[in-house]
């Protein structure tokens, strides 16, 4: 007899030398969560990739920006120089 198991299964992930304190922390914290420990763990993975790191959002910040060819406190200067009681047209 044969048995064939087709599985489009997510990646396993091993994580080896867990410190037994930790594990019972997470398997604590799963518990009243109401998950196993495995579910439990890939939620926390979940959040963990869903949030983009520093580096990531500086990146996007990067190419994000635009590039003027005055930098703020020039504007501010000319707005406030525009603004001033000399130059006011009467």
Same mark, same amino acid.
């Given at each position: 007899?044969?048995?064939?198991?087709?599985?489009?299964?997510? %990646?396993?992930? @091993?994580? +080896?030398?867990?410190? &037994? /304190?930790?594990? +019972?922390?997470?398997? %604590? +914290?799963?518990?009243?969560?109401?998950?196993?420990?495995? %579910?439990?763990?890939?939620?926390?993975?979940?959040? &963990?990739? %869903?949030?983009?790191?520093?580096?990531?959002?500086?990146?996007?910040? @990067?190419?994000?920006? &635009?590039?003027?060819?005055?930098?703020?406190?020039?504007?501010? @200067?000319?707005?406030?120089?525009?603004? /001033?009681?000399?130059?006011?047209? +009467?």
């Amino acid at each position: 007899m044969y048995i064939v198991v087709v599985c489009n299964c997510a %990646s396993l992930i @091993q994580i +080896r030398n867990v410190p &037994e /304190s930790a594990r +019972r922390v997470l398997k %604590s +914290r799963a518990a009243s969560a109401g998950k196993s420990l495995n %579910s439990y763990l890939l939620d926390v993975i979940e959040r &963990e990739v %869903s949030r983009p790191t520093v580096d990531e959002v500086l990146e996007r910040v @990067q190419q994000r920006s &635009e590039r003027s060819p005055v930098s703020s406190l020039e504007a501010v @200067q000319h707005a406030r120089e525009e603004r /001033s009681p000399a130059n006011v047209k +009467r």
